[in-house]
C-alpha cells in the first residue's frame, strides 16, 4: 500500500469534501425522523428512539472514532508493509469487538427490554444487532482512504449509507402503516434499513479499494495496536458520543419513571414520543454551529504544531466565537417559536414546554463541541474524556427524580443542566492550556442585545399571525406559516445586529463556509462608519 503525502492545501480541501459530506448526513438524518414520527405516531418514535441508540454509539465509535484512529496510525506507519499490517490487525480486533457486542445484543436483547420496561423492544434489538457485524469493515476501509487524504470516496459512501436508509425507512415505514403492520415490526423495518445502509457504504468503499495495488503485510505488534486504537477511537468520538449516551440513559430512565409516577403505560409510551420530538430539533439546532466552527478545526491544528502554537490563537478564538454565535441564534430561534414549530413538523403542539428545555442544550453544545474538538485536537484527551463522563452521571442520576416530579419537562431539564455543567467546567480546563480571551465582553453583549432583538419582534409577530390565520386556515398551516415567517425575520433580526455591530471581522467570515456573503453583507451595512 503506497502511502500518499500531501499538504495542507490538499488536507483542507479533503476536510471540505468530508465537511459537507457531513451536513448532508446529518440533515438527513434529523430530518427524515420528521415524516417518520408522521407515520408513525408518538408511540412509533418511542419504540425507534428507544433502541436506536444501542446502535447508534457503536455506530458512531466505528465509522467514526475507529476510521480516524485507523487513518491517524496508518498515515504515521514508517512502510507500506507495516501499514498492511496494522490494517490486518485493526480488521480483527474490530471482527472481534463487533461479534462480541453482536451476540450481547442478541442474547440479552430481553433483558435489555426489560430494564427499560417494554419486553416487547426485544425483537427490535435483536434485528437492529445485525448492523455491528458490517462496520469493522467500513471502519477500517473509511480510514485507508482518510490516511492518504483520498476523501471522495467516504464521501460519497456517507452520503450513499444515508440516502439509502432513509429510502427504506420511509419507504417500508409507509407500505408498513398501510398494510396495518405493528408499530414494533415497524421498528424491525428501521433497524434493516441501518443495515443495508451500512452494507451499501461497505460495497462503495470496497470498489474504490479493490482499484489499488496489494502490498505483503510486515509484522507489527498487536497489542500496541488495539491498545491505540481504542484510545484514538474513544477521544475522537466521546464528544458524539455523548449525545447518543445522553439518548441510551432516556430509554432506560424516562418511560420506567413515568409509569413509576402513575402514568398509563400506552400514554408514557406517548409522552416519551413527545419528548423524542427534541432530537431532531436539537440536531438541525447544533449544525450549523458545529459545522462551522469544526471546518476551522484542522486549521487550528496546523498551526499549533508550529512553534509554540500561538499562531493558532486566532482561529481558536474565532471557532469558539462562531459556535457561540450561531448555537445561541439557533437555541434562542427555537425557543420563541417552538409550538408553532412543533405543530408544523409533528401535527401538535403537545410537549412543547419540555421541547423549549430541551433546546437549551443546543447553546451548551455549540461550547463543548468545538472545545472539546480543539483540546483533542492538541493532545489533551483525558481531561474532555472525564468531563464527558461526569455529565453522563449527572443525567443518570438527575432523569429519574425529575421524571418522577416534573414529568418530561424535568427529563430535559436533567440533560439541559448536565450539559452546562459539562460546558462550564470545560471553559475552566481549556483555561488551563490555552491563556487567552476566547470573546471579548463586547461579544456576548452584543449577542445578548441580539436575542432581546429577536424575542421583542419575534413574540408580538408570532402571536398575532397566528391569531389572524387561525381563522382562515387549518391549525396546522397557519403554524407552518407563523413558524416559517419568524424563522425568515428572527434571522434577518439577529444579522443585522451582529453585522452592524462587526464582532466577527470580515477577513473573520471569509474563513467560513459562505462566509462570503456574509462579510459582503457586513461591509455594506458598514460603509458609512468605515
Not at 432506560?252 to 413527545?274: C, P, R
Request: aromatic fraction near 10%.
Amino acid at each position: 500500500m503506497a502511502l500518499t503525502k500531501w499538504n495542507m492545501k490538499s488536507f483542507m480541501k479533503g476536510a471540505s469534501i468530508l465537511t459537507m459530506a457531513a451536513v448532508i448526513v446529518k440533515v438527513l438524518s434529523a430530518m427524515y425522523r420528521v415524516p417518520f414520527q408522521n407515520l408513525v405516531g408518538d408511540k412509533g418514535f418511542y419504540i425507534y428512539q428507544q433502541v436506536y441508540p444501542f446502535i447508534g454509539i457503536f455506530i458512531v465509535w466505528t465509522s467514526s472514532g475507529f476510521a480516524v484512529a485507523v487513518s491517524k496510525m496508518l498515515a504515521e506507519s514508517r512502510s507500506p508493509g507495516e501499514s498492511r499490517g496494522i490494517l490486518r490487525v485493526s480488521l480483527a480486533y474490530l471482527l472481534l469487538l463487533s461479534a462480541g457486542v453482536f451476540l450481547l445484543l442478541r442474547s440479552g436483547s430481553s433483558v435489555f427490554a426489560e430494564w427499560m420496561g417494554d419486553t416487547a423492544l426485544a425483537p427490535v434489538l435483536q434485528a437492529g444487532a445485525y448492523i455491528v457485524l458490517v462496520l469493522p469493515f467500513l471502519a477500517v476501509l473509511k480510514g485507508v482512504f482518510q490516511s492518504e487524504g483520498q476523501m471522495i470516496p467516504v464521501a460519497i459512501s456517507n452520503v450513499s449509507e444515508q440516502l439509502l436508509r432513509v429510502v427504506i425507512v420511509l419507504a417500508g415505514t409507509w407500505i408498513a402503516v398501510r398494510t396495518g403492520t405493528s408499530l414494533y415490526k415497524i421498528g424491525e423495518i428501521t433497524m434493516w434499513a441501518a443495515v443495508a445502509g451500512e452494507a451499501a457504504g461497505v460495497l462503495i468503499l470496497t470498489w474504490f479499494f479493490l482499484q489499488r495495488e496489494r502490498m505483503a503485510a510486515a509484522a507489527v505488534k498487536p497489542w500496541k495496536v488495539v491498545r491505540e486504537l481504542t484510545k484514538i477511537s474513544i477521544s475522537v468520538s466521546a464528544s458524539s458520543l455523548i449525545l447518543l449516551v445522553f439518548q441510551l440513559v432516556d430509554s432506560f430512565t424516562i418511560y420506567n419513571a413515568l409509569v413509576q409516577a402513575g402514568t398509563v403505560s400506552e400514554a408514557a409510551m406517548e409522552m416519551k414520543g413527545v419528548y423524542d420530538r427534541g432530537q431532531p430539533l436539537a440536531q438541525m439546532g447544533i449544525l450549523l454551529a458545529s459545522t462551522l466552527a469544526l471546518a476551522l478545526v484542522p486549521l487550528i491544528a496546523h498551526h499549533a504544531s508550529k512553534t509554540d502554537g500561538r499562531s493558532a490563537l486566532p482561529f481558536i478564538s474565532l471557532t469558539f466565537r462562531t459556535s457561540i454565535l450561531f448555537g445561541w441564534a439557533a437555541t434562542i430561534g427555537l425557543i420563541l417559536v417552538l409550538p408553532y414549530v412543533n405543530e408544523m413538523l409533528f401535527q401538535t403542539r403537545t410537549g412543547s414546554v419540555a421541547l423549549i428545555i430541551f433546546c437549551i442544550q443546543i447553546f451548551w453544545l455549540s461550547i463543548i463541541l468545538p472545545l472539546t474538538a480543539i483540546l483533542q485536537g492538541s493532545g489533551n484527551v483525558r481531561g474532555p474524556l472525564i468531563l464527558m463522563l461526569l455529565g453522563i452521571l449527572i443525567k443518570l442520576a438527575a432523569t429519574p427524580p425529575m421524571v418522577r416530579h416534573f414529568g418530561i419537562e424535568g427529563a430535559a431539564a436533567s440533560g439541559a443542566v448536565a450539559f452546562a455543567v459539562v460546558a462550564v467546567l470545560l471553559i475552566i480546563y481549556f483555561k488551563r492550556y490555552w491563556k487567552l480571551p476566547l470573546a471579548p465582553f463586547r461579544f456576548y453583549a452584543v449577542l445578548a442585545g441580539a436575542g432581546a432583538a429577536m424575542a421583542g419582534v419575534l413574540i408580538p409577530w408570532t402571536l398575532s399571525v397566528d391569531y389572524w390565520l387561525s381563522d382562515a386556515l387549518s391549525s396546522r398551516a397557519s403554524a407552518a406559516l407563523t413558524a416559517l415567517s419568524a424563522v425568515a425575520i428572527g434571522a434577518i433580526i439577529f444579522l443585522f445586529v451582529v453585522l452592524k455591530s462587526r464582532i466577527m471581522k470580515e477577513k473573520e467570515w471569509y474563513l467560513l463556509p459562505f462566509g462570503k456573503r456574509l462579510a459582503t453583507a457586513q461591509l455594506w451595512l458598514t460603509k458609512n462608519r468605515r
